[in-house]
């Protein structure tokens, strides 16, 4: 663990606008060196608790953000020693690749000679040296992003925060550069916490996942216990596909499952049946719609090569301890 990493604690954080309740009372813990990732729709406080953690926006008393054992909740955020990544970059367009990542050092007085090798230092961690002194309008979406992560750890903040900053590229550069800023942070052990919508960016990124929900923490876990005991069929539901296999008396659901947790045979092999409705295929695998008679057909993933059809009886089981269970 890096030795100069920081325990973030919120206590009773909570951040009310006119008539809305954007975070109701939060305690959240996140480790010294850890990245812990906040999920969850638009509108359910993510942004709002990490611009609390970073001092851009003020809890409503009595919550308290602490940084160890400093309290920091009446520091701006020039005061806490925080970096931030944003989804719009928030570069200068007039300014090239170095001279952007050595802005917020000369804003803090650092002498000159030290101003350059740190620059040089997180060029070389972001892979952009050779681009030093291209001009800002000349970069890709990735490139600038670099550029920005770059500009945010030279600073060395004690705290890393992360807004969306990957919905604005497409999917193939989203992906590489997720592994990219993966690797960076295990590399560095800052603490950091990372705001998504994005469930499989959560899960790639993520030591631990603070699920949210109209401004709520409905559950704090890492991400297998997240994906495969989720606390609610919100944060089910939230952080993949899941289908309904039985319901009560009532016809409310009751019982759910993976669609990779379904296992298909021929008709006759397992005691429960049913008949492939749909398939659609998807590159590397298809998504078979099976009618099992409730009221909707539940979801199956399956390799491509395998040969299921639409209108084909067959009978299915479920994997191990595959069921999840929630009150309706």
Same mark, same amino acid.
């Given at each position: 663990?890096?030795?100069?990493?920081?325990?973030?604690?919120?206590?009773?954080?909570?951040?009310?606008? +006119?008539?809305?309740? $954007?975070?109701?009372?939060?305690? *959240?813990?996140?480790?010294? =060196?850890?990245? &812990?990732?906040? %999920?969850?729709?638009?509108?359910?406080?993510?942004?709002?608790?990490?611009?609390?953690?970073?001092?851009?926006?003020?809890?409503?008393?009595?919550?308290?953000?602490?940084?160890?054992?400093?309290?920091?909740?009446?520091?701006?955020?020039?005061?806490?020693?925080?970096?931030?990544?944003?989804?719009?970059?928030?570069?200068?367009?007039?300014?090239?690749?170095?001279?952007?990542?050595?802005?917020?050092?000369?804003?803090?007085?650092?002498?000159?000679?030290?101003?350059?090798?740190?620059?040089?230092?997180?060029?070389?961690?972001?892979?952009?040296?050779?681009?030093?002194?291209?001009?800002?309008?000349?970069?890709?979406?990735?490139?600038?992003?670099?550029?920005?992560?770059?500009?945010?750890?030279?600073?060395?903040?004690?705290?890393?925060?992360?807004?969306?900053?990957? +919905?604005?590229?497409? $999917?193939?550069?989203?992906?590489? *550069?997720?592994?990219?800023? =993966?690797?960076? &942070?295990?590399? %560095?052990?800052?603490?950091?916490?990372?705001?998504?919508?994005?469930?499989?960016?959560?899960?790639?990124?993520?030591?631990?996942?603070?699920?949210?929900?109209?401004?709520?923490?409905?559950?704090?876990?890492?991400?297998?216990?997240?994906?495969?005991?989720?606390?609610?069929?919100?944060?089910?539901?939230?952080?993949?596909?899941?289908?309904?296999?039985?319901?009560?008396?009532?016809?409310?659901?009751?019982?759910?499952?993976?669609?990779?947790?379904?296992?298909?045979?021929?008709?006759?092999?397992?005691?429960?049946?049913?008949?492939?409705?749909?398939?659609?295929?998807?590159?590397?695998?298809?998504?078979?719609?099976?009618?099992?008679?409730?009221?909707?057909?539940?979801?199956?993933?399956?390799?491509?090569?395998?040969?299921?059809?639409?209108?084909?009886?067959?009978?299915?089981?479920?994997?191990?301890?595959?069921?999840?269970?929630?009150?309706?």
């Amino acid at each position: 663990m890096n030795n100069d990493a920081v325990n973030v604690t919120l206590r009773g954080c909570a951040r009310r606008f +006119a008539h809305h309740q $954007a975070l109701h009372p939060l305690d *959240l813990s996140v480790h010294a =060196g850890e990245t &812990l990732v906040l %999920l969850g729709p638009s509108g359910c406080g993510k942004t709002t608790t990490l611009r609390i953690i970073s001092g851009l926006e003020r809890t409503d008393t009595p919550g308290e953000v602490w940084f160890d054992d400093r309290n920091v909740t009446d520091l701006p955020i020039e005061k806490r020693n925080v970096g931030m990544v944003f989804q719009n970059y928030a570069l200068f367009p007039n300014l090239n690749v170095a001279q952007n990542v050595a802005y917020g050092l000369k804003v803090q007085g650092i002498p000159r000679a030290e101003r350059e090798a740190r620059v040089q230092e997180m060029l070389e961690l972001v892979d952009l040296t050779a681009l030093a002194q291209r001009h800002i309008d000349k970069l890709s979406g990735g490139q600038k992003q670099r550029v920005a992560l770059a500009r945010a750890l030279a600073a060395r903040p004690k705290v890393l925060l992360f807004d969306e900053p990957l +919905a604005a590229l497409d $999917a193939k550069l989203r992906e590489r *550069l997720r592994a990219d800023i =993966g690797d960076l &942070l295990k590399k %560095l052990a800052i603490t950091a916490v990372y705001v998504t919508h994005d469930q499989q960016e959560a899960m790639a990124l993520g030591d631990r996942i603070a699920v949210m929900e109209q401004g709520r923490l409905v559950q704090i876990a890492t991400p297998q216990t997240i994906y495969q005991r989720p606390a609610s069929r919100f944060v089910a539901d939230f952080v993949g596909a899941i289908n309904c296999i039985e319901t009560d008396e009532q016809g409310q659901p009751v019982r759910f499952c993976r669609p990779e947790d379904v296992l298909l045979a021929e008709a006759g092999r397992y005691a429960r049946h049913g008949c492939i409705v749909a398939s659609t295929f998807l590159g590397a695998s298809q998504r078979l719609q099976i009618d099992i008679g409730l009221d909707k057909p539940i979801q199956v993933e399956r390799h491509a090569r395998e040969n299921w059809h639409a209108g084909q009886r067959i009978s299915w089981s479920l994997a191990g301890q595959a069921a999840l269970e929630f009150t309706a």
